[in-house]
């Protein structure tokens, strides 16, 4: 049966689009998916990155709150900080799984993680795929895709709030975004349901 060492990632951005604008932060959270088909959350890591690209949005600086000046003196070079992850990610990664980039709203988190190794010249860890967990929860909770924000799931999966003062750090983000991970294994992994017929 195939395994997974699952790495649910968020990054914080200067912009929407990779490429015209930076990934400046990144956190990620280890979930171990053990051999009794039980989940664990391992060790996290957390890491900032000079800016580079050409554009800024203010709105996105609001929202992240992270200081490009200060980053562009203590910010860790992309392609140093990318050699990190990659490091980070295969000393953690399982014997006999494979890693999986998970996020919530993967396409997104994704898209600038997987720029990044690409424009640096460097192979991405986690491949071309990964798993997003609206989708995720879409299909576990038979809810509309437009019902899967933070919010609505916490609820559904009695996880606790979010802290308002912690959210969109990116190592935070990425821990609460395991907790939801969890929580949807855990619910897709229940008892199947019987054929018809069956007793």
Known sequence: MARATWFCIDIECSGTVPGLFDMISLGAQVVYDLEDNSLALGPQLYLEFKPQAPQVDAR???????????????????????????????????????PVFVGHNAPFDWSFVSYAY????????????????????????????????????????????????????????????????????????????KLEGEE
């Open 118 to 193: 690409k424009a640096d010249g460097l192979e991405n860890p986690y491949g071309y795929k990964a798993l997003d967990t609206k989708a995720l929860a879409a299909g576990v909770l038979n809810i509309h895709w437009l019902e899967t924000g933070k919010e609505t799931l916490s609820e559904l999966l009695g996880l606790p709030e979010e802290d308002a003062v912690k959210k969109h750090r990116a190592d935070y983000d990425a821990w609460y975004q395991a907790l939801i991970l969890v929580g949807l294994l855990e619910l897709q992994r229940g008892p199947l349901p």
């Open 60 to 98: 996105a600086m609001e929202v992240n709150g992270l200081d490009l000046e200060r980053l562009k003196v203590q910010g860790l070079p992309r392609i140093e900080g990318l050699k990190k992850l990659t490091a980070w990610t295969q000393s953690h990664c399982l014997p006999g799984t494979t």
